[in-house]
């Protein structure tokens, strides 16, 4: 089994935990799958509010 690297999941629980005001307990409480579709959610609120176009990964500035 391989461990979801932690400069990862501090950086989605920053960011969905900043954009929906949510507590950590709160965004660590989800499992990896659910978390990672409300940062794939909150990415694209705020690439629509910023206008902006394509897929990019919220967090790493990558394409998927």
């Not at 990862?8 to 660590?28: F, I, T």
Request: glycine share 6%.
């Amino acid at each position: 089994m391989t461990r979801y690297p932690s400069d990862r999941l501090h950086e989605e629980v920053a960011y969905v935990a900043h954009h929906l005001h949510w507590s950590y307990d709160e965004v660590m409480g989800m499992e990896h799958a659910e978390r990672q579709r409300w940062v794939d959610e909150v990415a694209s609120l705020v690439q629509r509010a910023n206008g902006e176009l394509g897929a990019a990964d919220p967090l790493s500035g990558r394409f998927r």
